[in-house]
């Protein structure tokens, strides 16, 4: 079965440190993962994808993600926090032909980010 | 660009009372699907399809009836709203069910049964 997880329910950062939202998966085969931010009251929002071999993926607002095969890992980090990254953050896997590709999403991570 | 349109955005039922949550999209998107977003269990596939005229259940169908006459539109429709079934609802699609393709998603409708 595929799967993933979002150790922490909350991440607290300072405006301009970095920040990494941690995301582990169990995946068969080669993964297709992604991450989606959800402002309040808000849709996901798709912020970037890892599909095959670049390791480090770079996506919307100068996120980027860091796979990591042998820790099976997808973390997400950006350089300098601002208070606007304050969101819930999700991973998700998408699945090998079960039930129309659908993805597998961790609980989510909500971040805040202080000035 | 319009994207992955969802209404209401709202809505109050009472308890037996059925209602349909509209959606469309306008990227001529063959997969469409629906999921519910509930507090610590991030979101769950309710129904899908890979085309018009196809549908399939996911992980949580019931109570929930889908149906899709055209690639546009796909409304789900709440039978008989229980409690069970406050929640938000997303409707999302991407271009095919292969799993490299991004899925996107409307900016979703807030359910409370009461």
């Known amino acids: 079965a595929q799967s993933v997880a979002q150790p922490e329910d909350q991440v607290n950062v300072a405006e301009g440190n970095p920040l990494t939202v941690k995301c582990t998966y169990s995946?068969?085969?080669?993964?297709?993962l992604f991450w989606y931010v959800q402002y309040p009251n808000r849709g996901l929002q798709f912020l970037l994808k890892?599909?095959?071999?670049?390791?480090l993926v770079k996506g919307s607002y100068g996120f980027e993600a860091e796979f990591n095969k042998s820790q099976t890992s997808f973390h997400l980090k950006k350089p300098s926090a601002l208070v606007s990254d304050s969101a819930l953050y999700f991973c998700?896997?998408?699945?090998?032909?079960?039930?129309?590709?659908?993805?597998?999403f961790g609980q989510g991570t909500e971040l805040s980010v202080k000035p | 660009n319009a994207g992955v349109t969802q209404t209401p955005k709202f809505q109050v039922l009472k308890t037996g009372q059925s209602m349909t949550l509209q959606c469309a999209q306008d990227?001529?998107?063959?997969?469409m699907s629906w999921y519910r977003q509930d507090p610590g269990m991030g979101l769950r596939l309710i129904h899908y399809?890979?085309?018009?005229?196809?549908?399939d259940q996911g992980e949580v169908p019931n109570g929930y009836n889908v149906s899709r006459s055209t690639t546009e539109d796909f409304p789900l429709r709440l039978l008989s709203a229980a409690p069970s079934q406050t929640s938000v609802y997303f409707c999302?699609?991407?271009?095919?069910?292969?799993?490299?393709?991004?899925?996107?998603f409307g900016e979703g409708s807030w359910l409370t049964v009461v």
């Open positions: 999302a699609s991407s271009t095919t069910p292969d799993s490299g393709n991004t899925i996107y």
């Open positions: 998700a896997v998408r699945a090998f032909y079960n039930q129309g590709g659908k993805l597998i």
């Open positions: 399809s890979v085309g018009a005229g196809i549908t």
């Open positions: 995946v068969s085969g080669n993964p297709y």
């Open positions: 890892y599909i095959t071999r670049d390791n």
């Open positions: 990227m001529n998107h063959e997969y």
